[in-house]
């Protein structure tokens, strides 16, 4: 091993910050009180994050900030406000999941370190360019990779200068990352806006298999499997957990500090892990880093596992059955090692301060001497340090312009500011009567403010200017349709509109099918999935390289950087989650994207004030079945049951079957596996979208219409054609009479749909 090995922590609160600095973390990641994904968590205010910044320096340990969410487009005046203050602090690196976030870092605050987040789903090698052409430093993979899958991207990452972070504890979500809409379809808590509400962790009616928590999965655990990850050549071990406490979070910390730096020292792992069962838990599975995606992973109970634990753990150390009284016993010593963690935890950061620095400024100045300004910080968490600085001109008697307190204080004021705390302006050793020229006020105040700052020049705020929001190239919005079925391509002779062709998630090793098939029919525009792990993406860019379309539409960044490497036109999907006009700059200056779906998260007035690129189409989903979450695990295996203890191979290829869950407030979800498509779960309704139309038409140059079927179960299709008609009718109406019978047609072909994600946005 010729790397570093970076333990990088969770840190929801000021105390819980103290706990991983103390317990040895080399890193933490905390957020402020918005743009990031853990909004539940308590989070910090900016004068926090700044004496968290000095305290963990004196530790060396650094801080990294969470910006990881989608961005809309009125956010981006406060957006460059917080940038501008972040980049005269000493913060680490941010943490970043939209593009168009990316795109204002580089461009205007490129001192700052951009960390891409989980939340962008990477899991191919196509991404890790991708995302280091955008100005990543470090990417954070998907949690569903295997170790294998981990080392050929870290590979990837080494020829790119690219750092690897894996998560090794905590939660985990039963969906990819990013790809995850199980709420916002409904009241708008979004995860890609840090508000996911956890419908993974809810109580569902009892399933035919048993089952009343069908898909919640125990947490991740790679405490054990440390040393196959500093084989596959990993940076950074992450642990999840911003939303848990202090006592949580210094236990786990400690831990792994304790195994990592064992394992360094000796070559084996000398912890046996047992502390972590003390805290939270919901018992530990590490079957995605093994590649084993078996039954076990689930647990019918998504609160603390540690008393369950407990017990099991003392029945089987003892020969006998036990009685009430003993599981009483086993259950409050648990709990007095949870006092005992918590007092020593209190202890431990009770001396650990983030306050304030104090400050005092001493003003002198005599004539034909310069102004002389002597600086002093002090306080409980620093050592005292006194500078001065001084004028290059010498003072002058001034009658009209003298500098006096008053005037100091006016200029020099706002150094009480979130680092510092001004608690003397001392202007008795300066004489009456004198002035400097004002401009050598502002030169001393910008020179302590430097020294202050580690003797970095304080950067000055940015405005970001404004963006020119080109026309549409053609007056008229234009339909297009999705299919995935070979039958459907005869919709040709009925259309003269784009049609899409959904390309499978997973393929055969070597899988030359769909080739021989778009040469076949050039009309066809391929559309590539969001997820292509491992042999499927080498797949589908086989399928680029000898197809070689005049145009793609991609959900999936690594077949975008690719197809921008071959020339290919491409579109970003609807599952890149793009909501700014930022996003779509960056997308077209550094990959020559043609178009893009605007994310159907977003409602109408979060829309019309996105700014289209020069030479740039902007498209959107009108009706298409709501996709609520997206796993490589299996959904069936708690709900109607499957006699495969674990997935296998032929899965993927193979299964296409179809249930539904209900909660206990009576919804129902439809649970839907496509042949070679992972499995995923839909909302009941539909979404159709036809106010859309006479709203905003000026914006989009296209509409979308799903026909694949895909998330229907057993329900009936409605007739592709007659939908087709009525959709093409809608866009082509003038008439208000002929325009309301043509929605009331497509109201009774899809009776059970909705929009409401139109309204609520996020």
């Given at each position: 091993m010729d790397h570093k090995i970076e333990l990088l922590a969770p840190g929801g609160d000021v105390d819980a910050i103290k706990a991983a600095i103390i317990a040895g973390a080399d890193a933490v990641y905390c957020g402020l009180d918005t743009l990031n994904a853990r909004n539940r968590a308590s989070?910090?205010?900016?004068?926090?994050?700044?004496?968290?910044?000095?305290?963990?320096?004196?530790?060396?340990?650094?801080?990294?900030?969470?910006?990881?969410?989608?961005?809309?487009?009125?956010?981006?005046?406060?957006?460059?406000?917080?940038?501008?203050?972040?980049?005269?602090?000493?913060?680490?690196?941010?943490?970043?999941?939209?593009?168009?976030?990316?795109?204002?870092?580089?461009?205007?605050?490129?001192?700052?370190?951009?960390?891409?987040?989980?939340?962008?789903?990477?899991?191919?090698?196509?991404?890790?360019?991708?995302?280091?052409?955008?100005?990543?430093?470090?990417?954070?993979?998907?949690?569903?990779?295997?170790?294998?899958e981990i080392t050929t991207i870290t590979k990837v990452c080494e020829e790119h200068d690219v750092l690897t972070e894996v998560f090794v504890h905590g939660s985990l979500c039963v969906a990819f990352s990013g790809l995850c809409y199980s709420t916002s379809a409904s009241v708008g808590n979004s995860g890609n806006r840090g508000r996911c509400s956890q419908a993974c962790r809810e109580e569902y009616e009892t399933t035919p298999s048993g089952h009343n928590f069908p898909l919640n999965i125990k947490d991740n655990s790679a405490f054990f499997d440390l040393p196959a990850l500093i084989e596959a050549?990993?940076?950074?071990?992450?642990?999840?957990?911003?939303?848990?406490?202090?006592?949580?979070v210094h236990t786990v910390v400690d831990s792994f500090r304790k195994q990592i730096d064992g394992f360094l020292n000796t070559g084996e792992l000398t912890e046996d892990g047992e502390r972590l069962y003390k805290v939270f838990n919901r018992d530990f599975s590490n079957a995605f880093l093994r590649g084993d995606l078996n039954q076990s992973m689930f647990i019918d109970n998504p609160r603390d596992n540690s008393k369950v634990h407990a017990v099991s753990k003392f029945k089987a150390d003892e020969s006998q059955n036990i009685s009430v009284v003993q599981i009483q016993d086993v259950e409050q010593n648990l709990q007095d090692d949870k006092n005992t963690i918590e007092a020593e935890v209190v202890e431990k950061i009770k001396h650990l301060s983030i306050e304030k620095v104090p400050l005092s400024l001493s003003f002198s100045g005599k004539i034909e001497q310069p102004l002389t300004v002597t600086v002093t910080t002090s306080g409980f968490s620093v050592e005292q340090n006194t500078f001065t600085v001084q004028s290059t001109s010498l003072m002058r008697t001034s009658d009209n312009a003298s500098i006096d307190k008053a005037t100091i204080e006016k200029r020099f004021k706002s150094f009480n500011n979130a680092e510092f705390?001004?608690?003397?302006?001392?202007?008795?050793?300066?004489?009456?009567?004198?002035?400097?020229?004002?401009?050598?006020?502002?030169?001393?105040k910008n020179e302590i403010a430097s020294t202050l700052n580690n003797s970095m020049t304080v950067l000055p705020e940015v405005t970001l200017p404004a963006l020119v929001n080109n026309p549409k190239a053609e007056s008229k919005t234009k339909l297009s349709l999705l299919i995935c079925d070979e039958e459907d391509v005869e919709l040709a002779n009925v259309t003269d509109a784009d049609i899409y062709?959904?390309?499978?998630?997973?393929?055969?090793?070597?899988?030359?099918?769909?080739?021989?098939?778009?040469?076949?029919?050039?009309?066809?525009?391929?559309?590539?999935?969001?997820?292509?792990?491992?042999?499927?993406?080498?797949?589908?860019?086989?399928?680029?390289?000898?197809?070689?379309?005049?145009?793609i539409v991609t959900n999936n960044t690594g077949i975008a950087y690719k197809a921008n490497e071959l020339g290919i036109e491409w579109i970003a999907g609807p599952?890149?989650?793009?909501?700014?006009?930022?996003?779509?700059?960056?997308?077209?200056?550094?990959?020559?994207?043609?178009?893009?779906?605007?994310?159907?998260?977003?409602?109408?007035?979060?829309?019309?004030?996105?700014?289209?690129?020069?030479?740039?189409?902007?498209?959107?989903?009108?009706?298409?079945?709501?996709?609520?979450m997206t796993s490589r695990q299996c959904f069936f295996q708690q709900?109607?049951?499957?006699?495969?203890?674990?997935?296998?191979?032929?899965?993927?290829l193979s299964c296409d079957k179809s249930t539904s869950i209900t909660n206990l407030k009576g919804v129902s979800f439809a649970i839907d596996k496509q042949k070679a498509g992972y499995p995923s779960i839909y909302n009941q309704d539909q979404?159709?979208?036809?106010?859309?139309?006479?709203?905003?038409?000026?914006?989009?140059?296209?509409?979308?219409?799903?026909?694949?079927?895909?998330?229907?179960?057993?329900?009936?299709?409605?007739?592709?054609?007659?939908?087709?008609?009525?959709?093409?009718?809608?866009?082509?109406?003038?008439?208000?009479?002929?325009?309301?019978?043509?929605?009331?047609?497509?109201?009774n072909l899809v009776p059970e749909s909705t929009n409401i994600q139109y309204h609520n946005g996020l």
């Open positions: 989070n910090i205010s900016f004068e926090q994050l700044i004496g968290i910044i000095r305290l963990a320096h004196q530790y060396d340990c650094q801080i990294f900030l969470t910006l990881n969410v989608i961005i809309l487009e009125r956010e981006f005046k406060s957006i460059a406000k917080l940038l501008s203050k972040l980049v005269n602090t000493t913060l680490d690196g941010v943490i970043v999941q939209d593009i168009g976030m990316f795109n204002i870092i580089t461009k205007h605050f490129p001192t700052l370190d951009i960390h891409a987040s989980t939340q962008l789903t990477t899991h191919n090698v196509g991404q890790i360019p991708f995302l280091k052409k955008l100005g990543a430093s470090r990417v954070n993979l998907s949690r569903e990779l295997n170790l294998r050549g990993v940076h950074s071990f992450k642990i999840e957990g911003r939303i848990k406490g202090a006592n949580y705390l001004l608690n003397e302006l001392n202007c008795d050793n300066l004489d009456e009567g004198l002035s400097i020229p004002f401009k050598e006020l502002t030169a001393l062709f959904k390309l499978p998630d997973a393929y055969k090793r070597g899988c030359t099918k769909y080739i021989g098939f778009l040469q076949a029919n050039p009309r066809l525009i391929p559309w590539f999935p969001a997820v292509l792990i491992g042999k499927d993406y080498d797949v589908a860019v086989t399928i680029l390289e000898q197809v070689k379309p005049k145009l599952f890149l989650n793009t909501t700014n006009s930022y996003a779509l700059l960056a997308m077209k200056e550094s990959f020559d994207c043609s178009g893009a779906f605007i994310s159907n998260e977003i409602n109408a007035m979060q829309m019309k004030n996105i700014a289209r690129p020069e030479n740039f189409k902007l498209f959107y989903s009108i009706y298409h079945p709501i996709l609520l709900s109607v049951g499957c006699e495969k203890p674990r997935i296998d191979n032929g899965c993927m979404f159709l979208n036809m106010e859309i139309i006479d709203d905003l038409s000026h914006l989009f140059d296209g509409f979308m219409i799903d026909l694949t079927n895909i998330g229907a179960g057993d329900k009936e299709s409605p007739d592709k054609a007659l939908l087709i008609q009525h959709f093409e009718a809608l866009l082509e109406n003038k008439l208000l009479d002929a325009k309301s019978a043509t929605q009331q047609q497509l109201n």
